[in-house]
């Protein structure tokens, strides 16, 4: 139930900004249906494209079939635009909940973009997968992902890129019911819209941050807010998509204030745009709306009405509507007392929650049962491939062997002349080899014995005693967990003193040990975010790496309740680095820093095979990102 609601509230509300003031008119879609037919080959590509832009939201098929006959002409044409055609069908895919073909051509699109060194396009992929992401409710990998975006943007200062971002970002927050982060994140892009002169793109934002408002249930401000918005685009986008996803806000807050009267003909006014622009999904939402407003006024024939013609839609859109319409109509007939109606609904209620549940677990099967074909794969090319170097030295070896037979006597002499220098070249490489052999240990040697100084400071088991005195002072209930967790790293050094490389769950268990620690003193004024799968927790990096990384940012970073530290632990697959990013807040009155954390950090993995770490600061953020092994 909670991901259909989710999928109702992307469709109607929260993430209008994935249309961002590309929000075309029915009028413009007509006009160019209407000159395609003329057009061929590569003069298509362009009118698709902005066809496909429109009918995203409205028809998200549609729009797919258009796109998928734009990216074979592209193709065709050698055309530039394969990237953008790649990109529409990850949206479009997405929108469809055809997730696995949505990762299919936002993977094409970011080959794309890497391969022609396009930053901005690799921006794009990567907001494109976060809307992936959300629409398969991975919101703190979405979230990730656009903060991934947000360092491309900012380094490259594209302010409607960072403008469009922070929008979706604080759409993301709003989802994960983190609303005071929502508003920040809208109130930054709207300061953009602002500065950039958008008034479009200022009053959708104006919009979205009503909605959230709204959740918040602060319904007196969210009114005046949407009321802005609601002016702005009867006056310049009187049929557009937005301003029905607006009028259907504005319902919402109506209903919050128990004003029924002004809730349903808002409502209304949603429904007639929808219905005018073909949008399917949202009409039969508007149907809903529309039947759930009549059953509080008490007009249940109306809501019986209006609950049939968006059931009539099911077959079209799918089983999360039909969940949502058999839900209203279950309760249209109890209000109407007709139970056998009432329990048929119910029963259809169940029976698509339970089929869409089964949907569910068949594609994790799929999913675990391709991941295991692929690994079967890949260790039956590995054994054939072992096999035939087999052979190859066999082979090499008889050619050897029968090249000598041949040669006889007369080749002795120079085999021997040939063995001796062989052996006193051996002889010197061997001594050659102890002697770095020896440098490399006394080196490792020196680095595990600076890593042991690094980790455990006199400064961190200070603040650790300083802070478990203040919790036994005053009987705090956490303090045998916070023993514990102080017992659990000093363990994990022990354990690990000698081991050059760990796996990314060990350090993620003392890291969360760790983590609790600091929680201990800093509360609220620290939050700390993991989004790290399976696969990459199976990883190697050396021992202590994420402890020396979060301690490195808390040490150098401001930390308060009104300004509290964020650091964010995520990774790419693709690249084989995990990230650890936190928000650049420095210390004014810090020590210089000596480095020699991270310096230490660096000189292990140059031990490992002559890795290295990445070191990136922005004004907003500082991240370092460590090699995968």
């Known amino acids: 139930m909670k991901r259909i609601l989710t999928l109702a509230l992307l469709t109607i509300v929260a993430f209008s900004a994935w249309a961002t003031v590309t929000d075309g008119t029915k009028q413009t879609a007509d006009s160019?249906?209407?000159?395609?037919?003329?057009l061929q080959g590569k003069e298509r590509i362009t009118p698709i494209l902005k066809l496909a832009e429109y009918y995203r939201l409205t028809n998200a098929r549609h729009a797919i079939?258009?796109?998928?006959?734009?990216?074979?002409?592209s193709a065709?044409?050698?055309?530039?635009?394969?990237?953008?055609?790649?990109?529409?069908?990850?949206i479009c895919y997405s929108i469809a909940g055809q997730y696995d073909s949505a990762a299919y051509h936002l993977k094409q699109a970011l080959a794309w973009a890497t391969k022609n060194n396009d930053e901005a396009g690799q921006s794009r992929v990567y907001a494109n997968q976060a809307i992936l992401h959300t629409y398969s409710e991975q919101y703190e990998r979405a979230l990730a992902l656009y903060f991934k975006a947000l360092d491309i943007q900012i380094r490259n200062?594209?302010?409607?890129?960072?403008?469009?971002?922070?929008i979706n970002i604080a759409g993301l927050y709003g989802s994960l019911r983190r609303y005071n982060d929502a508003l920040h994140f809208d109130s930054m892009g709207y300061t953009l819209a602002r500065k950039l002169g958008n008034a479009e793109a200022a009053y959708m934002i104006r919009g979205n941050m009503a909605s959230t408002l709204k959740d918040q249930g602060d319904f007196a401000a969210a009114?005046?807010?949407?009321?802005?918005?609601?002016?702005?685009?009867?006056?310049?986008?009187?049929q557009s998509f937005r301003l029905a996803n607006i009028y259907y806000t504005m319902s919402d807050i109506y209903m919050g204030l128990n004003k029924l009267d002004s809730s349903y003909s808002c409502s209304t006014k949603a429904w007639a745009i929808y219905k005018s622009l073909g949008s399917l999904?949202?009409?039969?939402?508007?149907?809903?709306?529309?039947?759930?407003?009549?059953?509080a006024q008490g007009q249940i024939h109306d809501a019986e009405q209006h609950g049939l013609l968006a059931y009539e839609l099911k077959d079209k859109l799918g089983k999360d509507f039909l969940a949502l319409s058999t839900l209203n109509l279950t309760k249209v007939y109890t209000r109407l007392g007709k139970m056998d109606k009432s329990f048929r609904y119910e029963s259809e209620y169940h029976e698509t929650i339970d089929s869409l549940e089964r949907e569910n677990q068949a594609k994790a099967v799929i999913e675990m049962q391709t991941k295991y074909e692929t690994q079967k794969r890949i260790q039956e090319n590995e054994r054939l491939r072992h096999e035939s170097l087999l052979k190859d030295a066999e082979l090499t070896k008889t050619h050897y062997i029968l090249l000598s037979a041949l040669l006889g006597v007369s080749l002795l002499v120079v085999l021997a002349v040939v063995l001796f220098r062989q052996n006193k070249n051996r002889a010197n490489l061997n001594r050659l080899l102890t002697r770095e052999n020896e440098t490399l240990k006394i080196e490792k040697l020196t680095a595990q014995l600076n890593q042991l100084k690094d980790q455990i400071s006199p400064h961190f088991l200070f603040n650790s005693l300083s802070t478990?005195?203040?919790?036994?002072?005053?009987?705090?209930?956490?303090?045998?967990?916070?023993?514990?967790?102080?017992?659990?790293v000093y363990r994990y050094i022990l354990e690990t003193d000698s081991a050059d490389l760990v796996s990314v769950q060990q350090e993620l268990s003392v890291a969360e040990a760790y983590i609790f620690l600091l929680k201990t003193r800093f509360s609220d004024s620290l939050q700390i975010d993991i989004d790290l799968s399976n696969e990459i927790r199976e990883k190697k990096l050396p021992p202590f790496s994420l402890q020396l990384l979060i301690e490195n940012a808390v040490k150098h970073n401001v930390a308060t309740p009104s300004a509290p530290l964020h650091i964010?632990?995520?990774a790419d697959p693709a690249l084989d680095r995990l990230c650890v990013r936190n928000t650049f807040q420095p210390k004014r009155s810090v020590t210089e820093s000596t480095k020699k954390g991270l310096a230490n950090l660096q000189k292990r993995l140059n031990l490992l095979g002559n890795y290295t770490l990445n070191i990136n600061t922005h004004d907003a953020f500082f991240s370092v990102e460590i090699p995968l092994i």
């Open 65 to 73: 079939t258009l796109l998928l006959e734009g990216l074979r002409l």
């Open 32 to 38: 160019l249906e209407a000159v395609l037919p003329s």
């Open 157 to 166: 200062n594209n302010v409607k890129g960072q403008m469009g971002t922070y």
């Open 223 to 238: 009114r005046r807010m949407n009321q802005e918005a609601i002016d702005y685009h009867e006056k310049h986008f009187p």
């Open 568 to 570: 964010v632990l995520y």
């Open 281 to 295: 999904y949202q009409l039969g939402c508007a149907y809903i709306q529309m039947s759930n407003i009549e059953l």
């Open 468 to 488: 478990l005195q203040g919790m036994v002072s005053e009987n705090d209930p956490n303090t045998g967990t916070f023993i514990a967790s102080l017992s659990e």
């Open 76 to 90: 065709e044409a050698g055309n530039s635009k394969t990237l953008d055609f790649h990109n529409q069908l990850g």
